[in-house]
């Protein structure tokens, strides 16, 4: 069993392999993959957060003082709709797509012979947010457009498809989704651009304005426009792949533009990169407005099926999001750690007194929480789409090991995965801002100071409760998944399931506490289902984060009752903090429980040392 960490031996959280640091995440990959998944992926992710931890680190400060720019015209006044990156991100392009980043989770990568499913893909989007959550954009809406591709293309886009999966670097094609226009905002019904058939041409034609397009200068973008004759608000939308440029009919990649530079005025495509936003954060990735003027596009699917193609991506997108809320927590957790250990105070390494003991113990407890609910939403979201590639049944076990039939559990985790999704979004960005913020405190004065990377996690992370939808839109999306769905039967099994594994002593208080209030969550749902629209709407966002803090607790007792098991109390610690910050009402604040947990549980929790089963009920002493 490994032993703890000492961060003290770090001066700071880069120059380090991020994989090797984070048990939490090899605990959950472990948990998530087939043992032939983890015993492929282990070492390809180990190689993958050394790169992240040194080169692509180092090039992400650069980049945040060096952003790309946009060159719309060239010197003759013709539109080139040029931007330019700096030597340094390009590298962070190479060194990641060549990792296999997007493509190892479509096209069955070097050992294998099937993909890797797509929480492979997020796991590796979360290690590269410990350096660069703004470059992580680009690769997320890259996977997504694979994805929509993937599903409902009839092939006559397979050229896009095979540059969207590339393994090598000049062959990539990037993908963005221009999905907001300034007159709709979270209103997509309300889009305005609108699509003409050229016969002459046999393509698409795209005329309007889209607002808020991040990786505006990608070589394949999808978008939502209105066909002639279609009705109003979303069901009348149409989704396009609209080129950057051609060259001689072929799309352009990222080896074309690399070698030759802008693209000649012929071979743009009839649109204007406008300008690029002024952002606080993620300047990694270049955000602008768009005008469409005649700009080419090539269908995708069916004509006025576009929005719910578009969710299909949305789904990934989101959980891209919650993956690089997660990954700012985790790097923000180490640079604090190790900050901690190393800053001396009044004698001592600030890591020895108390309150920081206890906020240290809270930011990990947080982080174990957040990326626990985020890679088991990802989970459910791999097994569907797996069923769906394979397109025949499967066999599959329920989590409490009983097995159903391959259809009855392939409907419960979309189910499922329809509710966990915009929870996992909406719940781990904030989580995100606040865990950066308090970073930038633990470092004082530094941690304000643009050189020091926690200012820049704080800006970065702050677009995530923004993207993929407001933390309002995505409580309303569940209610949708609760009452189009049935998405609360599929929980309670899940939750249920979960509850009667916890057999230990150590966690039988914390199991009382979470069976009760998912008694009342149960309360709560069925209240809801006999309210007015109204009033379920003025509770959707407290309704969000119930299920999360129940759900999460639920998950975090199945891994301590897990480990225990396997001679290990430290996540048993974990969940119990879990539950009590989040599940327990405390008198008096807490103030007069007498609680020293925090100081107690300091060593394993927040150094990963191991915890001895028979002694963690009473506890939470570190193994020597």
């Not at 057999?503 to 998912?518: D, I, K, N, Q, R």
């Not at 009033?535 to 119930?546: D, E, G």
Request: glycine share 8%; charged share 30%.
């Amino acid at each position: 069993m490994p032993s703890g960490i000492d961060y003290g031996q770090f001066e700071e959280g880069r120059g380090v392999n991020y994989w090797a640091l984070d048990r939490a995440l090899q605990r959950e990959l472990e948990r998530i993959y087939t043992d032939a998944e983890f015993d492929w992926a282990e070492s390809r992710l180990s190689e993958f957060g050394e790169i992240v931890g040194h080169t692509i680190a180092d090039n992400a400060d650069y980049v945040d003082d060096h952003g790309p720019e946009l060159e719309p015209y060239d010197k003759h006044g013709d539109v080139q709709n040029h931007v330019r990156y700096p030597a340094e991100q390009i590298e962070n392009e190479r060194l990641s797509y060549e990792m296999g980043i997007v493509a190892d989770a479509f096209e069955a990568p070097p050992g294998r012979d099937e993909p890797m499913p797509l929480s492979h893909n997020l796991a590796m989007q979360y290690l590269l947010c410990y350096a660069d959550p703004g470059f992580d954009c680009p690769v997320a809406m890259t996977a997504g457009a694979a994805l929509v591709l993937e599903k409902f293309d009839d092939g006559s886009l397979s050229a896009y498809y095979d540059g969207l999966t590339a393994r090598e670097y000049d062959d990539v094609i990037e993908g963005a989704m221009f999905l907001t226009e300034e007159q709709g905002g979270s209103d997509v019904g309300a889009n305005e651009t609108r699509a003409e058939w050229d016969e002459e041409a046999e393509c698409w034609r795209l005329t309007g304005e889209k607002w808020f397009c991040s990786n505006i200068d990608a070589e394949g973008t999808l978008a939502l426009a209105r066909t002639e004759g279609a009705p109003d608000g979303t069901d009348g939308l149409s989704m396009f792949l609209v080129p950057h440029g051609d060259l001689a009919g072929s799309p352009v990649t990222k080896g074309d533009r690399i070698e030759d530079g802008p693209l000649a005025p012929d071979e743009v495509n009839d649109q204007l990169y406008r300008r690029l936003k002024d952002k606080l954060g993620t300047i990694a990735v270049p955000t602008g407005e768009v005008e469409f003027d005649g700009a080419k596009a090539y269908l995708v699917g069916e004509e006025e099926n576009g929005f719910k193609q578009m969710t299909e991506m949305l789904n990934l997108e989101r959980l891209s999001n919650a993956a690089a809320s997660c990954g700012i927590m985790g790097r923000v957790l180490l640079e604090s750690k190790i900050y901690a250990a190393n800053r001396e105070a009044f004698g001592d390494t600030i890591d020895q007194y108390p309150l920081m003991r206890e906020d240290l113990v809270d930011m990990t407890v947080d982080h174990e929480a957040a990326l626990t609910y985020v890679l088991e939403a990802a989970r459910l979201f791999s097994e569907r789409e797996r069923a769906e590639r394979s397109a025949e049944p499967r066999s599959a076990e329920t989590a409490s090991g009983e097995t159903a039939s391959a259809g009855e559990d392939a409907e419960d985790e979309y189910r499922l995965m329809r509710l966990l999704i915009p929870i996992a979004k909406a719940r781990t960005a904030r989580m995100a801002v606040d865990t950066a913020s308090y970073g930038m405190e633990v470092h004082g004065g530094n941690g304000y100071v643009n050189d020091f990377v926690t200012n820049r996690m704080l800006r970065d992370a702050q677009v995530l409760p923004i993207w993929e939808g407001t933390e309002n839109i995505l409580s309303l999306d569940v209610l949708r998944a609760l009452e189009r769905e049935g998405a609360h039967e599929p929980l309670r099994e899940a939750i249920e399931d979960r509850l009667e594994t916890i057999s230990h002593p150590a966690l039988a208080e914390a199991a009382e506490t979470v069976e009760s209030e998912y008694h009342d969550l149960a309360s709560a749902l069925a209240t809801l289902a006999g309210e007015d629209g109204e009033y379920a709407q003025l509770s959707a966002k407290r309704l969000a984060h119930y299920v999360f803090d129940v759900f999460t607790a639920a998950l975090l007792l199945e891994e301590a009752q897990a480990d225990l098991e396997d001679g290990n109390g430290r996540m048993a610690l974990v969940a119990r903090r879990f539950v009590a910050n989040e599940l327990e009402a405390q008198d008096a604040r807490g103030i007069t429980s007498g609680d020293r947990f925090a100081l107690e549980a300091f060593e394993p929790i927040v150094r990963h040392a191991p915890v001895d089963p028979e002694t963690v009920s009473e506890t939470v002493t570190a193994d020597d």
